[in-house]
């Protein structure tokens, strides 16, 4: 123990048997369930050596999830954030490529005094002086601490050990292990199998962790035997044995968690008197479950083969069918096979009540996306865009309405005639790919008698960037004079961040990602306004003031 710090409860996550399970929203679950007016810090810990996923691919990693502050994190930030309502930090966002080159920079500087550096203990003590330094700066009330990857892998090993010396700096009093292992349900035999849960806490003690609670992930709610069975053979009691079955959506888990008697396990473990407040969240949950409207939405783009590249624009669009009861089925286009010829446009769009096209990179899919837009524009079908989507429906309307039949974004193509999609002027010179691209939260200033200012009920609005190109100040007024509505625009009307058309029932892009400031209890308003107007409700009628950063 020391004196004279601030001294959390603190929580810590492990997982373990294989990667998958879901311990981003398990751990997202567990704040929300106690947070209730508590400050919660969460902290995730990555392995890889990476700086930050901002350059690795999403199908392989997922999508990027971008902080307020900027910061390109893991898209378990995004479970924290949609499940608590707070803005996290990329401090707060631990790699092993940040502890290493930390751990490098400080021997370079001869810090260590000619000592030889390891592992352990230098690795391990420089990420609980990370965890110190968030404590100090955050003073909260409770510090979640995530572990990626599974008990056993190399790369998770120090921040493991470094979970083992919290209680002696801590104290034993304020310090709680909870354990997301696997029950796995073999149809052959009709049961399931508790061995790789057994071997898994077997492991875990070895690396010095005794769990205060295992949370165990299955396909079906465990019965008492099985409780028993696993309590008895992983020396705990019953009552310290979760059941976590798949949930037909997310925002169950906290529930299921209360149902368990986790909050009780917690508020004894940690001698805290914990109280939860579930109320509006149950109430939003119920909509999910028991829909009075249901809508299709197309998701339009170039990595559908792996959903979790657009987990935030799902999750957003869950928020906002929430809000009015209705269930958002998606429907996935790859956009290259109507480039291709594969597929036309108004084959893939048939009998759907939206149209949304979200972010991405590079000129693969383009022309697909582009036919895509020009059909629902055309065919009034609503429509919402988001970074890249707004930059395509920009060049759309270019060719076939301001008659720019050549028309383009220099990213796809840098010899057009006319680039009404070009680089930003501060990118010109960047070359380095890691953290650079305008990334983070920025003001938007909202002209009045728009969609926008309706759909905000404000002047001006935070979201959140993560783009190298923008529209072309040289083509804004020849755009507007053919009828395109700059709904935002910021740095003194230089970026255009919202476009809109008139009497349309809903044509609104975002050069933002708006879905990344959507919570369950507090939907993104460019969604809420999307998802009603898919209903055939009023866009606006009930939008949520936007106060997101």
Not at 320 to 334: F, S
Not at 452 to 457: D, E, F
Request: proline fraction near 5%.
């Amino acid at each position: 123990m020391f004196s004279g710090v601030h001294i959390p409860k603190i929580v810590v996550i492990t997982g373990g048997v294989l990667s998958g399970l879901g311990k981003g929203t398990a751990a997202a679950s567990i704040a929300r369930l106690i947070k209730d007016g508590r400050k919660i810090v969460t902290v995730k810990c990555d392995g890889y050596l990476n700086v930050d996923p901002g350059t690795m691919n999403p199908v392989e990693h997922g999508e990027v999830f971008v902080l307020a502050d900027g910061g390109e994190v893991d898209m378990d930030f995004g479970h924290y954030e949609r499940f608590l309502d707070i803005n996290c930090k990329f401090s707060w966002n631990l790699t092993s490529g940040k502890i290493f080159n930390s751990v490098i920079t400080k021997e370079r500087k001869g810090e260590f005094l000619g000592k030889t550096i390891q592992i352990f203990p230098h690795i391990v003590n420089e990420v609980l002086l990370w965890w110190a330094k968030i404590i100090e700066d955050e003073k909260p009330d409770i510090l979640l601490i995530e572990v990626g990857g599974t008990v056993g892998d190399i790369e998770n090993s120090w921040y493991i050990d470094a979970a083992r010396l919290l209680k002696k700096r801590y104290g034993q009093e304020n310090v709680c292990y909870l354990h997301l292992t696997y029950v796995p349900f073999l149809d052959n035999v009709g049961e399931p199998k508790t061995k790789p849960a057994q071997r898994d806490i077997a492991l875990l003690r070895e690396k010095g962790l005794s769990p205060d609670a295992i949370l165990c992930r299955s396909r079906m709610q465990l019965s008492k035997k099985v409780k028993d069975k696993l309590a008895l053979l992983c020396d705990l009691e019953t009552g310290q044995v979760i059941s976590a079955p798949d949930v037909s959506n997310i925002y169950e888990i906290p529930l299921n968690f209360r149902k368990e008697g986790l909050l009780s396990l917690l508020n004894a473990r940690l001698r805290l008197p914990l109280t939860e407040n579930l109320g509006v969240w149950e109430t939003l949950v119920n909509n999910i479950r028991t829909p009075k409207r249901e809508v299709v939405i197309a998701i339009c783009g170039k990595y559908t083969e792996l959903r979790d590249s657009y987990a935030s624009v799902i999750e957003a669009l869950t928020h906002a069918g929430a809000q009015i009861a209705a269930k958002v089925t998606l429907r996935w286009i790859e956009t290259t096979d109507i480039e291709e010829g594969k597929l036309t446009p108004a084959a893939a769009l048939a009998g759907v009540n939206g149209v949304l096209v979200p972010g991405g990179f590079g000129s693969r899919g383009v022309e697909g996306k582009i036919a895509v837009i020009k059909h629902a524009r055309e065919q009034k079908i609503p429509f919402l865009g988001i970074c890249y989507g707004l930059q395509l429906a920009v060049i759309e309307f270019a060719r076939h309405v301001c008659n720019l039949p050549d028309a383009n974004t220099t990213e796809a193509n840098p010899a057009t005639p006319h680039p009404v999609i070009n680089i930003l002027p501060e990118q010109r010179d960047v070359f380095l790919k890691g953290g650079t691209m305008r990334l983070g939260a920025s003001k938007n200033d909202l002209t009045r008698n728009t969609l926008a200012h309706a759909l905000y009920h404000a002047v001006e609005c935070w979201e959140r960037h993560r783009h190298r190109y923008e529209v072309n100040p040289d083509y804004h007024s020849r755009l507007e004079a053919a009828g395109m509505v700059f709904g935002a625009t910021s740095q003194h009307g230089r970026i255009v961040e919202f476009i809109e058309l008139k009497d349309y029932p809903y044509f609104f892009a975002s050069q933002a990602h708006n879905e990344l400031t959507s919570r369950l209890e507090r939907p993104n308003p460019a969604f809420l306004g999307f998802v009603r107007a898919c209903c055939g409700l009023v866009p606006v009628e009930h939008a949520v003031p936007n106060s997101f950063i």
